[in-house]
């Protein structure tokens, strides 16, 4: 088993900017991708991002450009750098993992979840 929690999550003004954290535990975390996601009510899960286990990325093109992920091996953590935060951003994000090394655009293709958190965009 694999736990995830995410933090980091709040209010920011539009524009602003977030930073979210994943710090898993339970199990090796180096050799997994790694994904965020995020959810608002009406919507399927939506893909952010991901960053395989060697620390490449890939973005949604809705945040490609504002959005960044990192990674910190030896900390266990995953990142998710939001700036120039829009209104069409606020969600439930959630950090997941996947059982290999490579990423995954689809909800399915990973193994296992944090709870969310929640970050908010006001004007």
């Known amino acids: 088993q694999v736990q995830l929690v995410e933090s980091g999550g709040g209010l920011v003004q539009g524009g602003g900017a977030l930073r979210l954290s994943c710090v898993a535990s339970?199990?090796?975390?180096?050799?997994?991708?790694m994904g965020w996601f995020r959810q608002t009510p009406g919507k399927d899960r939506e893909f952010v991002g991901s960053i395989t286990d060697d620390g490449r990325t890939t973005y949604a093109d809705s945040v490609k450009g504002r959005f960044t992920i990192s990674r910190d091996n030896p900390k266990n953590t995953v990142y998710l750098q939001m700036n120039r935060l829009k209104p069409e951003d606020p969600a439930v994000y959630y950090c997941?993992?996947?059982?290999?090394?490579?990423?995954?655009?689809?909800?399915?293709?990973?193994?296992?979840w944090g709870q969310g958190t929640q970050a908010t965009v006001s004007s």
């Open positions: 339970g199990r090796t975390f180096s050799n997994y991708a």
């Open positions: 997941a993992a996947r059982e290999s090394p490579w990423y995954s655009m689809n909800p399915f293709g990973y193994d296992y």
